[in-house]
């Protein structure tokens, strides 16, 4: 077996948080028998290959995602389907969204490396999206836009965190919200004017938006919501609500279902956000892919339904 530490010299913003995760890393390492191993990302997707090669070199692997909400989608796609690997997050990012779907009360759970290196392996869903996977949330629209000016807001030294996701949502307010979308589903095909579209698989993103509270990622179904087109002003009127999950609050704008499958198509090129990560395309699906990845949860936690 072989702990394989995947680091982003760049999650969490600074050289001396660096350090500091390198600093723990060899004191847990330095108790281990196993075979182990503290690797730093040198390119976007590079960790998907490290994970991939190492995967063929070992009978079991176990990978700890050290950095952020990108650092952990970087390792997911890297694991995917992979039942010899097993991944975790220890959370060394601006944003580490994806565990607080298992209780905000966890989430210090996952610092702990030994709670980790001790910790139990159950498998969770993902997210297909075109060639890649999600674990967390994917998103059209709007939302996706925003995704992509996310960083530069939370770079602002008074801005972070949610704070940054409601600074470029805001931007992107301004520019406009709505966009024209066919929308395919187990329950039909339709044209649809909408404002953003979302994919749960986890219940929070973009700093603490928890826009499905019941979201689960190993039921084999993901959690979709469509919001329509709206006014600049009815966006801005209805985000806090929807950041609190109250969704059934606006029937008449947001459309609720859960499912297995979704195609979204659109005349011209749009933005596709993946657990923060983004592509451009003019075609996208999200599909459940049950039991798609080996996750691992700390020792001694009670495991949510």
């Known amino acids: ?26 004191a847990f390492t330095d ?35 050290c950095g952020g909400d990108g650092t952990l989608n970087e390792c997911a796609n890297g ?8 991944i975790t997050h220890y959370p060394r990012g601006t944003g580490n969204d994806f565990i607080r779907t298992f209780g905000q009360e966890n989430v210090h759970k996952f610092q702990d490396l030994r709670a980790l290196g001790n910790g139990d392996v159950r498998p969770l869903d993902l997210i297909g999206c075109n060639s890649r996977y999600g674990i967390n949330i994917c998103s059209v629209g709007i939302d996706a836009r925003v995704a992509v000016d ?14 940054g996701y409601v600074a470029a949502l805001a931007a992107n307010i301004i520019k406009g919200v709505g966009q024209k979308f066919r929308i395919s589903t187990e329950n039909g095909t339709f044209d649809e004017d909408v404002t953003l579209i979302c994919a749960c698989n986890g219940r929070y993103y973009g700093g603490g938006f928890n826009p499905v509270p019941e979201a689960l990622p190993h039921d084999g179904l993901l959690e979709y919501l469509i919001v329509k087109a709206v006014s600049r002003l009815k966006v801005a009127s209805i985000v806090g609500k929807y950041a609190k ?23 011209r090129e749009f933005v596709v956000n993946i657990d923060g990560e983004t592509i451009y395309t003019k075609k996208t699906s999200f599909n459940v892919v049950p039991q798609g990845i080996n996750f691992i949860f700390p020792s001694k936690m009670e495991f949510f339904t």
Request: charged share 25%; net charge neutral.
């Open 79 to 86: 694991a995917a389907n992979r039942k010899n690997v097993a």
């Open 1 to 26: 077996m072989k702990h394989l530490f995947i680091i982003n010299p760049t999650a969490g913003g600074n050289k001396s948080r660096l350090e500091e995760t390198t600093s723990n890393i060899r």
């Open 245 to 267: 999950g109250k969704y059934r609050e606006f029937e008449n704008l947001i459309t609720h279902m859960q499912g297995r499958y979704m195609e979204i198509e659109c005349d």
């Open 31 to 65: 108790s281990l028998q196993d075979a182990s191993e503290v690797y730093l990302t040198k390119a976007p997707l590079d960790a998907c290959r490290k994970i991939a090669e190492d995967a063929g070199l070992t009978d079991r692997l176990h990978v700890y995602a």
């Open 150 to 163: 996310v960083h530069k807001y939370s770079s602002i030294p008074v801005i972070g965190g949610a704070t």
